[in-house]
């Protein structure tokens, strides 16, 4: 049987300050989680019931143990999760200030070994079976992990539903114009684009939302999807289809993880042919859901909590 969702990209343990509007240097306790935002996304998706494996790597080490036994607790298959030894498992470190600031700290050096995905290694064949495929910015930022993310892409040649998380981490590039090339690359390969504004403006120097929609789709997407904060959410496809639907009222937690509850269930709703309009609500749900929560893999909703957010209108 083939998977319905193969993410590759981003794995690490969060650790969240159990302690909110509290810097750092205060913190005195804190909690460790699944991290990583393919390896969530894979997660939030297992929530939904979708059959989901990860690509990634991690430090041969106790973190890496953890990150196994975690992604199999959530139902991702972590066959394809392979250490790297001499580079420690990456840790990510945030400060929680609702309702809008969650300063992250990667500590990814010398190098996280997620970024040692090599093209050599991959399933060719699983991955172009899958029906959704979903790779991310980040895993265009060093080699050899660039090459294998674009030998994936090009190998899979639009099969199925091909997403690309733009993902856009300033401090894994020297500079913008840098990664451009490599994202343009990309979109050509992919049926998806998801990115918020700043991910958008990165991978097609076009800020405006409904601008940058139609140059993702001028890159060769068929389906832009573009995140615009507190205005919500603006999806445009090749066929002249277009939804843009405001952001679901809730008490924010803690907004890390809402994002990757998105992108699980932006799959799920792909995946079950749902209009374009009824996939944005879901998925809107689903990531305020997660903001409404501390954690982020361990939160990601059912589709029973989805279903309920969208009817109430809100998160309660």
Avoid at 64 to 71: P, Q, S
């Amino acid at each position: 049987m083939g998977y319905d969702l193969i993410t590759m990209g981003r794995i690490g343990v969060d650790l969240y300050p159990l302690q909110t509007g509290v810097p750092l240097p205060q913190v005195t306790s804190f909690g460790k989680f699944l991290g990583g935002s393919a390896s969530n996304v894979a997660v939030a998706a297992a929530r939904l019931g979708r059959r989901t494996a990860v690509i990634t790597r991690t430090g041969d080490d106790p973190f890496g143990t953890y990150l196994h036994e975690a992604l199999q607790g959530f139902g991702v298959d972590d066959r394809w999760v392979t250490p790297v030894p001499g580079l420690p498992t990456p840790v990510t470190f945030c400060e929680v200030f609702p309702p809008d600031d969650f300063p992250l700290y990667f500590y990814r050096q010398p190098k996280a070994p997620d970024l040692e995905i090599d093209a050599h290694e991959l399933d060719l064949d699983a991955l172009r079976e899958a029906r959704v495929f979903w790779v991310t910015g980040t895993g265009l930022s060093e080699e050899p992990s660039r090459t294998a993310t674009l030998a994936a892409l090009a190998h899979r040649a639009k099969a199925g539903i091909t997403v690309f998380d733009l993902d856009w981490r300033p401090m894994f590039w020297t500079h913008p114009d840098e990664a451009r090339p490599f994202y343009e690359e990309a979109l050509r390969h992919t049926t998806v684009a998801v990115g918020n504004l700043d991910e958008v403006e990165v991978a097609t120097g076009v800020r405006k939302p409904r601008e940058a929609a139609q140059a993702l789709l001028d890159a060769g997407v068929e389906l832009a999807v573009v995140k615009q904060g507190p205005k919500g959410v603006l999806a445009v496809d090749s066929k002249g289809n277009e939804a843009e639907v405001p952001p679901l009222p809730v008490n924010v937690l803690n907004g890390l993880g809402a994002g990757d509850a998105f992108g699980g269930s932006l799959v799920h709703g792909l995946l079950e042919g749902w209009d374009l309009e009824k996939v944005m609500r879901h998925a809107n749900a689903a990531g305020a859901i997660v903001a409404s929560r501390l954690e982020c893999s361990s939160a990601m909703p059912t589709v029973t909590e989805i279903e309920d957010a969208v009817a109430a209108g809100a998160v309660k």
